[in-house]
């Protein structure tokens, strides 16, 4: 067992796998099949179960729901009928319907539906008529103690695991939680809406990259800089694959997304398309690292005053703005006021602009502030702050103090807790 603390020269190395399992979780590359399909076959073999049928999937969505309807129709002894077309395409409907409609775009329902009847139907040919019955939470189980218990844990004292894990693994788990952050919660909720244990197993059966990075890049560490011996079939499935979920003689291998777009600041960001995108049409868009719909995005036009005004949330509300009109001479924040009627109250050059206006269906006070630091772009982002009706200061306690004067200066301040005669810019920080 490896007890004593890292030395200097091996906690230098840190940064170096970081950015390694860092560039392998957010990887667009297309997977090379054949190679992928090899480490899976031996991380089975590692975890001791028997060699697996491979499907493919477009996405991870697709690969998952593939997983719950393959398990829903083994379980139910359904192999017979779901082999006709027709019985297949209704028991992928009723499964995948209700998934898709909070999942996907309408869209790319149709195509997602049609990849997972694809995928079943290949894993119905190519696996047994006759079915174990396995449990498919017990394969990924398996397949993990593998990897963890019958060598790290077993190998490396706890301090030198806290290490690796505050130094390693929480590195990597941040500079993939963009992507990480829009795919496990979107594949547990559907896994978790599943009615049935066995079927929701299936669900939640996965492992592979991005979410099991870190713990690769734990793995690859200790193996590489800390010599200890180990078999590789874990970290192999990793870096070759993207996710997969791990059944009873089957697997559901996910493809890599096409295209991860980013600001230079680093955030998701497109203005013109799907920041993220799959194979199969799964998307995600964002502005600047905020989520919005899609038509925020590549439909512009249908922004409307009406429609922003009913919004209640403030960022997804700004995001709208500056997309209002977008294409056109007067746009964002300029063509909003104008076609909001709103009413400017109140100008000063050092403290923005006072402006009042219907939001919500109920009059609002807001000051326009401008970020004096420019963006990558060279442009300077403007915001709006909702305040009191009467710039009462928001006070510690949640309470709110005396009405002052509609001023722009006494409107910043009141978001300070305090009146524009007490209010110091300089002294804030």
């Given amino acids: 067992m490896r007890v ?26 297309p997977i090379d099949h054949q190679q992928a399909e090899r480490a899976l076959s031996q991380l089975y073999a590692s975890a001791g179960l028997i060699e697996p049928k491979i499907v493919w999937a477009p996405c991870p969505m697709t690969a998952m729901l ?26 992928t409907e009723r499964i995948t319907q209700r998934a898709l409609t909070g999942a996907a775009a309408p869209s ?27 449990d498919p939470a017990l394969a990924i189980n398996q397949a993990r103690r593998a990897a963890f218990d019958r060598v790290l844990n077993r190998r490396l004292d706890d301090r030198v695991h806290q290490v690796l894990h505050t130094k390693l693994v929480t590195p990597i788990r941040a500079g993939l939680a963009m992507l990480s952050g829009l795919l ?122 009406e429609a ?36 400017r109250l109140d100008q000063d050059p050092a403290f923005g602009m006072l402006w009042r206006l219907a939001v919500a269906g109920e009059p609002t006070l807001m000051v326009e502030v401008v970020n004096h630091s420019p963006e990558p772009a060279g442009v300077y982002r403007h915001f709006f702050l909702q305040v009191h009706p009467e710039l009462r200061p928001i006070l510690a306690d949640g309470g709110f103090g005396m009405r002052q004067p509609l001023t722009a200066r006494n409107a910043i301040a009141s978001t300070f807790g305090l009146h524009g005669a007490e209010y110091a810019p300089d002294d804030q920080t």
């Fill in 4 to 29: 004593h603390c890292l030395s200097p020269a091996e906690r230098t190395l840190f940064p170096e796998f970081i950015g390694k399992w860092t560039a392998i979780g957010l990887s667009t590359a």
């Fill in 108 to 134: 790319v329902h149709r195509p997602m539906h049609l990849a997972v009847e694809r995928a079943v139907m290949a894993a119905l040919s190519l696996t047994s008529r006759i079915w174990s019955g396995f």
């Fill in 308 to 343: 922003i005004k009913e919004v209640r949330e403030p960022t997804l509300r700004r995001v709208m703005i500056e997309r209002y009109r977008h294409g056109e001479e007067t746009h964002g924040i300029a063509a909003y006021l104008r076609d909001a009627d709103a009413l």
């Fill in 184 to 305: 496990q919660p979107a594949l547990n909720l559907v896994a978790y809406g599943c009615p049935g244990p066995r079927t929701r197993r299936a669900g939640l059966a996965y492992s592979g990259s991005p979410l099991w990075a870190p713990y690769a890049a734990k793995i690859d560490y200790a193996r590489q800089v800390l010599g200890i011996t180990f078999e590789r079939p874990f970290i192999e499935a990793v870096e070759n694959c993207g996710l997969f979920w791990m059944l009873d003689g089957i697997c559901f291998a996910a493809e890599r997304p096409t295209h991860i777009n980013r600001d230079e600041a680093g955030h998701l960001h497109c203005e013109i398309g799907p920041t993220l995108a799959y194979p199969s049409g799964w998307s995600w868009w964002h502005w600047h690292g905020v989520w919005v719909p899609q038509s925020i995005i590549e439909e512009p036009r249908l922004i409307t005053v």
């Fill in 66 to 91: 593939s997983a719950i309807v393959y398990t829903k129709i083994r379980v139910s002894g359904q192999e017979s009928k779901a082999r006709d077309d027709k019985t297949l395409t209704q028991l």
